[in-house]
């Protein structure tokens, strides 16, 4: 946790003052500021979000991390956590809450299966990972991630976070202003993706050849 | 009367909320540190725990048992000039038992001899497949490869682990479980001077 | 200790000759009854032999033969053993079957899960959509001859992983690099979805006649999947008029993890590690029902200790679902989370004992055929001990304290969400709602399964069937299982832990066999048809959350919508139990 503290390391503050004064960057106080309050959205799918619940709760304490609040609604959620097996017909609700969160937005996979579907990859109503359709930040393998290996799995967040800076990060570029919308699949025969509607009629008729 | 109840509940509430007091205080009396060491989380994780509960991961962690896993790691053991002796012999047997086989081996087979070389040339777990059953570590019969301890594994991308990041040494294993490393350390020895005692007597008749 | 009651099963045979034949197939038991007949047979099953709770109905595809069988299991709710009746139909589409919607309402989910995965239509039946996949999707997954799209082999393991196995994403070798198949020719530009209308039609059965004068429409309110209360991934379709619901439909599949089908690709052996996934708060009693069921095939017995480890690790877990229970139950009446904290702090205690044993907190995997994988060291035996006989009565009666008598909680419970005993056994809803409705249906009772028969226990039993017994129950059941680990602590003898030698492939003989245990949350039962091969040939599971739900349109009609989470939190249910 390098960033606990927002001065910057290399100014020698003396201690009398330390409480008082701080020299640091904009990014450093920016960042210090987001990472502190990464509220997440109350949102659980499978076993994975038992954990999750286990982590809030009062052996873990997440709101050690300022991230207590959880939010029932996206619009006030800053970080999605992706707590369980992402099946076919639930992806169009989680792509609506996707795009329902205003910027900035983080995607945690927590466990095997929101990562890449896990020991359920195989099944008919799986969908394999939920990078295939959302910008995913961390990963957290396990299966389900123990609450420290969840806390482990958000501190790695954090100093993602850290990383970033004002003048680079997406959400104040106003040419890619969508950049991040991911247009709502369909359930139709099978999940239709529409953004791959091409290729899909593709293999599809592909599909009649072969046989 | 109304709100008995209620009353009765609160004073659930508020003697727990004392608690954590009382047992501060009563852990400086009897001078011992609380917070950040073994004695405080273990007695937190004990039955008589009373009050605050929290473990503050990352700065506590909680002792893991010995039999705690996570996802599976290979052995190998630290031979002369720091040679990694790999257990694996790539029998194949944790890929067949493995539930969501997310175990993929390579057995390569000597050029000259055309046998197979009991070393796995390549071996790889999609640790986001891996749903931790503890199969692989039990059903080895050579206890190459064994379950790990390490929470600490969130990356940025997807975790797939080849040879070179699976592999750790012996010494690591002995460790994180070093009932199990000392129950399995004494069968092989068992097993060898068996072995030995056995190719004694059918070698003594010969000669 | 009371002995259950011991009916011998019916003799059909005798009482409808002609139609009702002995199911001869080795292995298997029970009744074949002709398809024309069944309504009759089954009528006469529930009235003249008394087998009023029907628990269990499934299909099974029987490519080879050409045959599509359906499976019936009753059971009295005084106990004792149950009555399996089966009926066999040619396969060919479209597959029909009489539906029992009549005589058992409990079947109802049943029945449109078996049209839903295995294409079996149940005439008759009111209701009879997809329930686990959404409308309009292809194919009846659960066929023999349906392959998915991530398809590899027919069975695991898999050969590509050994001896030469590169690692490939399953993504790759999928035309969509994706899990995707659609059928030939679609265009998905030119696609119409279907956009629910069945669901909403089976809705428009409850409208509302408009009051003299004054213009009333009802209005249809959509809950979840994601919603706070909905615990975890559930919809409901509710139509309501004001605050009344006037009529609901539950939504699932939204956590449909394709159990059965896995299962039946998976080994005897690999399965167990998913169905620790089925109810995830009870990782130990899901083992138990499916090593109990295998055994039942594989004719083998338990090693002695490791019996008494069974059954202290599955009331261990049924504590801490019970405490997860009342908090939960508590955060939904919107009790913000301090009951539920103190819940977790007990659990997270329990979920150690579960971690020292078997090595992980929730996903144990302890248990394996003809006994269990490792022994309880003994500082976690002294650990148990100190728990159960120390903390947990203590904090259980602190619980109690703490929120049994709180006016608000009594005032929002209280005579809410009625279910007597005899509509309860008409929907098949077992565990604690069953008994809270008066019925002391408990299988450790009932119909013994493991060691239950030698511990002294009550079944807990309350008589007014709404939420204030519902809530009240759990604690009794708390109790209860205190005096059985009790009693299991103390008489549990030294010795080996399995019976077996540990192996990684189990032979079982070709058969059928249902299993079927008191999870916390109901009767919880696996149906395993093995035709003699490494994997079973039909792979089931029977989950109490989800028949339980059948009867939640009888109990919340006419009440109010905000009590209605709270229904949800007392019908227990799990999302990947429910969903599988």
New interface residues.
């Given amino acids: ?1 390098e960033n606990e503290k927002f001065s910057l390391p290399n100014y020698n503050i003396p201690e009398d003052l330390e409480t008082i004064v701080a020299i640091t960057t904009l990014d450093r106080l920016y960042n210090w500021g987001r990472r502190s309050s990464v509220w997440p959205l109350m949102f659980g799918l499978a076993c994975c979000a038992i954990e999750m619940i286990a982590a809030q709760a ?4 997440m709101s ?1 991390f300022g991230m207590e609040v959880m939010r029932p609604t996206p619009r006030q959620a800053d970080m999605m956590l992706v707590s369980g097996t992402v099946t076919k017909k639930m992806l169009p609700a989680i792509i609506r809450l996707y795009n329902q969160m205003p910027e900035p937005k983080y995607v945690v996979a927590m466990g ?1 299966c929101a ?5 359920f ?2 099944g008919y109503n799986v969908v394999a ?1 939920i ?1 295939k359709f959302l910008p995913v ?7 389900p ?5 969840l ?3 958000l ?2 967040l954090q100093e ?1 976070i850290d990383r970033q800076s004002i003048k680079k990060v997406r959400w104040y570029d106003r040419k890619k202003e969508d950049a991040n919308y991911v247009p709502m699949p369909i359930l139709g025969p099978d999940l239709i993706d529409v953004r791959r509607n091409a290729e899909i009629k593709q293999a599809a008729a592909a599909k009649e050849s072969a046989s | 009367m ?5 009353l ?2 609160l004073s ?2 508020w003697k ?1 909320f004392w608690d954590t007091y009382l047992e501060d205080i009563s852990w400086i009396l009897k001078g011992k540190k609380r917070y950040f060491n073994e004695e405080g989380i273990r007695h937190r ?3 008589n ?1 009373r009050g605050i ?6 700065e506590e ?2 002792i ?8 599976p790691f290979l052995v190998y053991d630290e031979g002369p000039q720091g040679k990694q002796e790999v257990r694996c012999t ?1 029998c ?2 944790c ?13 390569s087979n000597d050029p000259n001899t055309g046998r ?1 070389i009991p070393e796995p040339t ?1 071996f ?1 777990i ?10 692989c570590a ?2 080895c019969p050579f206890d190459a490869i064994k ?1 790990d301890h390490d ?10 682990y ?1 040879l070179e990041k699976l592999l750790k040494p012996a010494s690591y294993y002995n460790l994180i479980r070093p009932m199990n490393a000392a129950l399995e350390e004494q069968a092989r020895r068992a097993k060898e001077a068996a072995k030995a005692a056995k190719a004694e007597a059918s070698a003594s008749p010969a000669t | 200790m009371t002995t259950p009651v011991l009916t011998p099963i019916a003799d059909l045979t005798a009482r409808f000759p002609g139609s009702v034949t002995k199911d001869e197939r080795a292995g298997y038991s029970g009744f074949l009854v002709a398809k024309e007949n069944l309504l009759e047979v089954a009528a006469a099953i529930r009235d003249e032999f008394g087998y009023d709770l029907l628990t269990a109905v499934t299909g099974v595809d029987y490519l080879a033969e050409n045959k599509m069988e359906v499976v019936y299991h009753a059971y009295k709710t005084t106990g004792g053993p149950g009555l399996v009746f089966k009926v066999q139909v040619d396969r060919i589409d479209p597959v029909t079957v009489p539906s029992l919607v009549n005589i058992w309402p409990g079947v109802d989910f049943q029945e449109r899960e078996a049209w839903d995965l295995l294409g079996i239509k149940f005439d008759g039946h009111p209701d009879l959509r997809r329930i686990l996949m959404w409308e309009g999707y292809q194919g009846h997954p659960l066929r023999k001859d349906w392959k998915e799209p991530f398809f590899e082999e027919e069975v ?3 050969k ?9 994403f399953a993504e790759e070798k999928n035309p969509f690099r994706d899990n995707l198949n659609f059928p030939k020719n679609f265009d998905p530009d030119a696609y119409q979805p279907e956009a629910e209308k069945d669901l909403y039609s089976s809705l428009e059965r409850f409208t509302l006649k408009s009051e003299s004068g004054l213009k009333t429409d009802q209005i249809v309110v959509n809950m979840g999947p994601h919603h706070p209360s909905t615990h975890g991934v559930l919809r409901v379709a509710v139509t309501l008029e004001g605050e009344t619901i006037m009529g609901l439909k539950p939504v699932m599949g939204y956590l449909h993890r394709n159990h059965d089908k896995i299962g039946e690709r ?1 080994t005897f ?6 169905t ?2 089925l109810d995830y708060f009870n990782s130990m009693s899901n083992n138990f029902g499916y090593v109990i069921t295998v055994e039942k095939l594989m004719k083998i017995p338990v090693a002695e200790r490791a019996e008494y480890i069974r059954v202290i690790m599955a009331e261990l877990s049924r504590i801490q679902n019970h405490l997860i229970f009342i908090g939960m139950l508590l955060n939904d009446l919107g009790t913000m989370y ?1 009951p539920s904290l ?1 819940a977790f ?1 007990e659990r ?2 329990i979920l ?1 004992i579960f ?6 907190r929730m ?1 144990c ?1 302890y248990f394996r055929f003809g006994g269990v ?2 022994d309880i060291p003994e500082d ?1 035996m002294q ?1 148990i001990k ?2 159960v006989q ?2 947990l009565p203590a904090k259980t009666d ?1 619980m109690d ?10 005032g929002r419970l209280k005579g809410v969400h009625v279910i007597n005993a005899e509509d309860a056994a008409k929907f098949s809803v077992t565990g604690p709602v069953l008994r809270a409705a008066g019925v002391p249906y408990d299988l450790r009772r009932a119909d013994p399964y493991g060691i239950y028969d030698r511990f002294d226990f009550d079944v807990a039993v309350r008589t007014h069937g709404d939420m204030m017994d519902n809530f009240l129950i759990r604690f009794d059941e708390i109790r209860q299982s205190l005096r059985i680990l009790e009693q299991a602590l103390k008489q549990i003898p030294q010795g080996p832990i399995n019976s077996q030698k ?1 192996q ?1 492939q189990v032979r079982v003989p070709a058969g059928e066999a249902y299993g079927r245990i008191e999870s916390p949350k109901g009767e919880l039962a696996y149906y395993v048809v093995s035709n003699g091969k490494p994997n079973p040939y039909r792979y089931h599971v029977r989950p109490p959350s989800f028949v339980n739900l059948t009867a939640i349109e009888h109990i919340c009609r006419g009440t109010k919508i905000q009590d209605f989470v709270a229904l949800l939190a007392m019908l227990d249910i799990v999302m990947g139990e429910l969903d599988r």
């Fill in positions: 946790m009062s052996r873990y304490d050690r095997a990562s890449s579907g896990g020991p990859k195989e990972g990078d930040d961390v990963y957290i393998p396990g299966c991630p123990t609450p420290q290996a806390i482990a799995g501190i790695k993602k | 109304y709100g008995k109840g209620i009765k509940g659930v509430t727990r994780s004990s039955k725990t509960f929290t473990v503050q991961y990352p962690q909680l893991l048992p010995e039999e705690a896993r996570y996802l790539s194949g047997i890929a067949k038992v493995c539930p969501p086989q997310c175990i993929w081996i390579v057995r197979p390549e790889y999609d640790g986001d497949i891996c749903m931790n059953c503890g199969f039990e059903y379950m929470l600490d594994i969130a990356a940025y991308g997807r975790n797939v080849n | 695991k393991p898999f590509s992983r050994w001896p030469d196995g590169k690692h490939v998976c052996l690999q399965i167990l590690p998913y620790d996934r301090t103190y702090e997270e205690l150690d971690e020292a044993v078997s090595g992980a996903m995997n994988v490792r976690v650990k100190g728990l120390d903390r602190e304290r703490f929120l049994s008598e709180n006016e608000v909680l009594v540990p990684y």
